[in-house]
């Protein structure tokens, strides 16, 4: 049992460069998030899949698609990357019953700088 | 709509200290509140969660909270701290039904030989 997995781990981008972030769980969980990380700004949720089939924009969106492939796998897509999205990435998973008791779990983190 | 705040973005204890980091939250539904950690270059580990069962939560390491409806805090205590509870701990609180986590911005914890 991984857990949530995160490829890459480390990426080096220019301005401009696209590529897509990927992220995968094996809980069987229905709920999946992307969250980035800076310094002083805690972590912002960029957009989550409450279920297959769905997403929805979170606080910062901008600059960012994403796709939920199937229940496993949510990944994050960068078209024209910029320096300002120099940041950790990370994906979450939250549990099968999905209430609001229930705990998110985390990727161990993408770290991209766009240079 | 649901928020956090932590007080303190770094706090500074001696080992075998007392450690106190703030939360407050705001929520316009009966909260579930949840502490999480980060240590250096990892992903988020959840610490401890308050889900009504009971108002003092006890979590990992040594580390409980302490729900308090009267004044909306949910503080993170441990009664000795050890160098290797240096991290970054986020509160966060539970949007209704699937929505996710709201994180406050987090208290880097130093602790001092």
């Known amino acids: 049992n991984a857990g949530v997995t995160q490829t890459p781990k480390f990426q080096v981008l220019k301005t401009g460069q696209s590529m897509t972030l990927q992220c995968a769980q094996d809980?069987?969980?229905?709920?999946m998030y992307w969250y980035r990380q800076d310094p002083g700004m805690g972590l912002r949720l960029i957009y989550y899949?409450?279920?297959?089939?769905?997403?929805d924009k979170g606080e910062v969106p901008n600059g960012y698609n994403v796709s939920r492939l199937n229940k496993r796998e949510f990944s994050l897509r960068l078209e024209s990357a910029a320096p300002s999205q120099t940041s950790v990435y990370f994906c979450?998973?939250?549990?099968?019953?999905?209430?609001?008791?229930?705990?998110?779990?985390f990727g161990p983190g993408t770290r991209l700088t766009v240079l | 709509a649901q928020s956090v705040t932590q007080l303190g973005s770094h706090v500074s204890v001696s080992e075998g200290a007392l450690v106190l980091l703030r939360c407050n939250y705001s929520?316009?539904?009966?909260?579930?509140l949840f502490w999480y950690v980060q240590y250096p270059n990892q992903g988020l580990q959840l610490l401890l969660k308050?889900?009504?069962?009971?108002?003092l939560v006890k979590g990992i390491n040594g580390f409980e909270a302490e729900f308090k409806k009267s004044e909306t805090s949910f503080h993170l205590t441990k009664p000795s701290a050890h160098m290797s509870d240096a991290a970054e701990y986020f509160c966060?609180?539970?949007?209704?039904?699937?929505?996710?986590?709201?994180f406050g911005k987090g208290t880097r914890l130093s602790v001092i030989a």
């Open positions: 899949s409450a279920s297959e089939g769905t997403t």
């Open positions: 979450a998973s939250k549990g099968s019953g999905s209430g609001p008791y229930n705990e998110q779990f």
């Open positions: 809980m069987n969980h229905n709920s």
């Open positions: 308050y889900t009504s069962a009971a108002t």
């Open positions: 966060a609180v539970s949007g209704a039904g699937n929505t996710p986590l709201v």
């Open positions: 929520s316009s539904v009966p909260p579930y």
